[in-house]
């Protein structure tokens, strides 16, 4: 099992400005690099919240490709996904899965996604660590986890980031922007998830870091 958690994030590490503006953060040479790593993994993980705000199809667009494509992963405990939604709207042709806390909601479910019920752990949140397992249970070994913010702060703080893709544009927003990750409860510096930084490429004006778990 192998969870990649990539960020696109400006110099200051923000994903958005706080009107939630971010397309778009990085460029185009970078955007292209992800909708690779993207066809590099079993599944494409992004919080509900992402869902409703940018409508993404999370699939793999790049010229003349035509391998398969990733299973789509939204955490939504309440199923507040809509029927008009990109993802649903394709769930019959790209596999695509709701991680909920209640029983499945059939409008989603007539429509051909697959929801999958976890435990509640705070605020009504899924346990990540069971969606993994389950997840993994079905075969998508390889997650690729796109965020936003506390989805990115949530699998760190439950330790299940094995690596780091990091897409860092050469802009500032400043301390009102989003921040890329949410709270980690972190209290003491030993206590802060550590990452080893393995290679470092230039694409366009933008930085890719990459980081392996240390």
Same mark, same amino acid.
């Given at each position: 099992m192998s969870v990649t958690l990539k960020l696109a994030t400006s110099l200051d @590490?923000? +994903?958005? =400005?706080? $009107? &939630?503006? $971010?397309?778009? +953060? =990085?460029? %185009?040479e970078a955007r292209e690099q992800v909708h690779r790593l993207r066809a590099d993994h079993d599944a494409v993980v992004i919080g509900i919240e992402t869902a409703l705000a940018d409508d993404p199809e999370l699939t793999v667009r790049l010229p003349g490709y035509n391998g398969r494509q990733p299973a789509r992963v939204v955490l939504d405990s309440r199923q507040r996904l809509t029927s008009s939604s990109k993802l649903v709207q394709t769930a019959r042709d790209v596999t695509t899965y709701v991680i909920a806390t209640a029983p499945p909601n059939p409008e989603l479910t007539d429509a051909g996604v697959i929801v #999958? =019920?976890? %435990?509640a752990l705070a605020e009504d949140r899924p346990d990540l660590k069971t969606v993994v397992r389950a997840l993994a249970e079905r &075969? #998508? =070994?390889? #997650?690729? *986890?796109? &965020? &936003? @913010?506390? *989805?990115?702060? $949530?699998?760190l703080r439950c330790g299940l980031v094995d690596c780091l893709e990091w897409f860092r $544009? %050469?802009?500032? +927003?400043g301390g009102e922007g989003r921040p890329a990750i949410g709270a980690l409860a972190v209290a003491a510096l030993s206590e802060a998830p550590h990452f080893r930084r393995v290679e470092v490429n230039v694409l366009g004006d933008d930085l890719w870091e990459r980081y392996a778990r240390g």
């Open positions: @590490g923000r +994903i958005a =400005t706080a $009107s &939630g503006e $971010s397309r778009w +953060i =990085t460029g %185009p #999958l =019920t976890a %435990p &075969g #998508l =070994t390889n #997650l690729f *986890v796109e &965020g &936003g @913010g506390q *989805v990115a702060g $949530s699998f $544009s %050469p802009k500032v +927003i």
